[in-house]
């Protein structure tokens, strides 16, 4: 990992701002299960890194959730989930990774057909958009008020984007948006390195967050030298 110690410090402080907690807590060892009142009624996360496992829990559930894992070592994400889908009210809901980039990793060579979309590019966008999931068609409205958007065309088509949400001052998100006919291309990798590489010339952390299922982008982010800091796993209440 080409990370240092003050990129650990400011992803680990951003992830206590996330999570409403100390950043000491991420240098610790164990399980840690803390109320948080904006969950009531609703979901329930549990946050996995190398060190610690993290259970945000809402108010009402604090002292059963303490009973149910109750438990030394430090717990598994699969072993969080079985214990809490043992509980009544808890339903398994979906699992994140969250990886992040080493800043002084070297990047492949860009491809050149990749370039930066301006407005004049929205109906070409409009028509991606109108292809694909509604989250992220979601996603993908966000896009033009991004400094960091690239795009892949093919003639006049739109095959992929790509494009950097800031979290704050020196941590941004990458999304990827790649056409459904074109998903296991490397259209969506080479959109990718080119918006890695506009968000390292500005010193930005560079974090990836996709569904565990999502084995392509799973490959993607690994090919690339991505690094797994956290799991999450999130679950219903009812």
């Known amino acids: ?13 951003y992830w206590a701002d996330r999570l409403n907690c100390s950043p000491r807590l991420f240098q610790q060892t164990g399980n840690f299960i803390l109320a948080n009142e904006s969950l009531s009624g609703g979901i329930l996360i549990t946050t ?6 993290i259970v945000q829990t ?5 002292s059963a959730i303490e009973e149910q894992l109750n438990v030394a070592p430090l717990l598994s994400p699969d072993r969080v989930m079985t214990a809490l889908v043992k509980m009544e009210r808890v339903r398994l809901g979906w699992r994140d990774l969250i990886y ?40 993908g409205l966000l896009q033009f008020e991004q400094e960091c958007t ?7 088509v739109l095959l992929a ?15 990827m948006i790649t056409h459904p006919y074109y998903r296991k291309s490397e259209l969506g ?16 952390l560079i974090q990836y967050t996709l569904r565990a299922q999502d084995q392509q982008s799973r490959q993607v ?16 209440l009812i």
């Open 1 to 13: 990992m080409n990370f240092q110690p003050s990129d650990f410090k400011e992803i680990d402080r």
């Open 48 to 53: 996995h890194t190398f060190n610690c496992t």
């Open 58 to 62: 809402p108010p009402e559930l604090l």
């Open 100 to 139: 992040y980039f080493p800043p002084d990793l070297p990047l492949p060579p860009q491809n050149l057909a990749v370039r930066a979309l301006t407005s004049q590019d929205e109906a070409a966008v409009a028509e991606l958009l109108s292809l694909v999931s509604a989250e992220e068609r979601f996603l």
């Open 150 to 156: 690239v795009g892949l065309f093919q003639e006049e």
């Open 161 to 175: 984007i790509a494009f950097l949400v800031l979290k704050n001052a020196a941590l941004a998100e990458v999304t």
């Open 189 to 204: 990798r080479d959109v990718m390195i080119a918006v890695i590489r506009r968000g390292l010339e500005r010193r930005w």
């Open 221 to 236: 982010a690994e090919s690339l030298g991505f690094w797994l800091y956290a799991t999450q796993q999130f679950f219903y």
